[in-house]
């Protein structure tokens, strides 16, 4: 029996029960019970008071109020999300402090503190529907570099560098589906302690090539280059960069990670997806003349982006509890505000790097780097 059903049925019988004499309640109380499926005090209620005036449709919402109800804040929410290339909720939730001061309209100063004290667990629930995942891989075209592997020594501890300086570098192949002739690659570091990363576009893997790229790399860096660590590939095990690294006042920290193990470099890894697989994609780059624009790209707006806007997590405990591995990160951050935070970068440096931040716009940045990119796409796909 439904309860609209029973609702029906009880306003029938009321009257009768309420005129009735003792037997005859005691005869309709029975067949209520049985009728309906009551416990006998409950229906002797029902039959005194009848229902109650208010029922569950006409309720108001237990708990507190909907802070987050506004249609905008899903909107704007949304907005940054794509034009930072989808981030998590932790992440966006550090993206928005340094984006919404320059976003595009006029935000309310409630929206705004809605904006920024949304929770990551809450932008997950809003933004639950627009979430998608991306299931690519490439080519690996390294080829072991095996003269030079007795005199540069292997490195697998880089985790506990929290010194700026210490670099990490791969390299990436634009190939397409065929590693045949030539082709540009992107030279990629990243720095261990701040996560800062640059990145430089080569044709070919020359050694002559590569040490320029390098070269260029060094110069742009904020901070001093302590280490230089790679992989086996014979682009960087080379005499050529061998003597860049080594000749000189303050020699720089060469080494190696082990052979076929690529989570020695999992810090350069993971931004050749994060950064460059994601923006540039698997395309064959083989026209000579987009190395020039592809460079321009990397040491603007690229820089800019990635070192100033997007920060990200860095691993700072992980330790083994039974069966299980626990990892703790810290809170997201970019690279820009961990070198503020470090107390091995210059003053100098900072207020440099802090004059300059004071001049740039992501929302312009990022317009900027897709008018870039889609114009290389597009002469890639001519």
């Not at 080519?139 to 985790?159: F, R, V």
């Not at 716009?361 to 002469?379: A, S």
């Amino acid at each position: 029996m439904s309860p609209t059903a029973k609702s029906e049925y009880l306003k029938k019988i009321m009257p009768r029960y309420r005129e009735a004499s003792k037997t005859e309640k005691n005869t309709i109380l029975n067949e209520f019970c049985t009728i309906c499926h009551y416990n006998r005090k409950y229906a002797i209620r029902l039959l005194n008071n009848g229902l109650p005036t208010n029922n569950h449709s006409n309720l108001s919402r237990r708990g507190r109020k909907k802070q987050y109800k506004h249609p905008m804040i899903i909107e704007v929410l949304t907005d940054i999300w794509i034009k930072t290339n989808l981030p998590c909720s932790k992440r966006l939730k550090a993206i928005l402090p340094l984006w919404l001061p320059f976003y595009e309209y006029e935000l309310s100063e409630e929206l705004k503190k809605a904006l920024l004290t949304v929770s990551p667990a809450t932008i997950d629930r809003l933004m639950i529907t627009m979430r998608s995942k991306y299931f690519k891989q490439g080519l690996a075209t390294t080829k072991p570099g095996s003269i030079l592997k007795k005199h540069i020594p292997i490195k697998t501890d880089q985790w506990d560098e929290t010194r700026p300086g210490f670099l990490e570098a791969d390299t990436l192949a634009h190939c397409g589906s065929s590693v045949a002739g030539m082709f540009i690659y992107s030279i990629n570091c990243v720095d261990i302690a701040t996560s800062w990363t640059e990145s430089r576009a080569v044709w070919g893997k020359g050694e002559k090539g590569v040490l320029n790229a390098i070269e260029n790399i060094e110069n742009h860096l904020p901070f001093p280059l302590k280490g230089f660590d790679c992989d086996n590939g014979s682009e960087f095990l080379n005499w050529h960069l061998v003597k860049h690294m080594t000749n000189r006042k303050k020699p720089v920290q060469f080494t190696r990670s082990r052979a076929y193990k690529k989570n020695d470099n999992a810090h350069v890894e993971e931004k050749n997806w994060s950064q460059i697989r994601q923006y540039l994609g698997y395309q064959r780059f083989e026209k000579e003349h987009l190395v020039e624009k592809l460079n321009n790209l990397y040491i603007n707006e690229w820089n800019d982006y990635f070192n100033f806007f997007m920060p990200s997590v860095k691993l700072v405990d992980k330790y083994r509890e039974g069966s299980k591995i626990i990892k703790k990160y810290d809170k997201p951050k970019t690279p820009f505000q961990r070198i503020l935070e470090s107390e091995n970068v210059s003053n100098k440096t900072k207020k440099r790097l802090q004059h300059y931040f004071q001049n740039l716009n992501p929302f312009d940045i990022q317009k900027r780097m897709t008018t870039k990119i889609k114009t290389i796409i597009h002469e890639v796909n001519q």
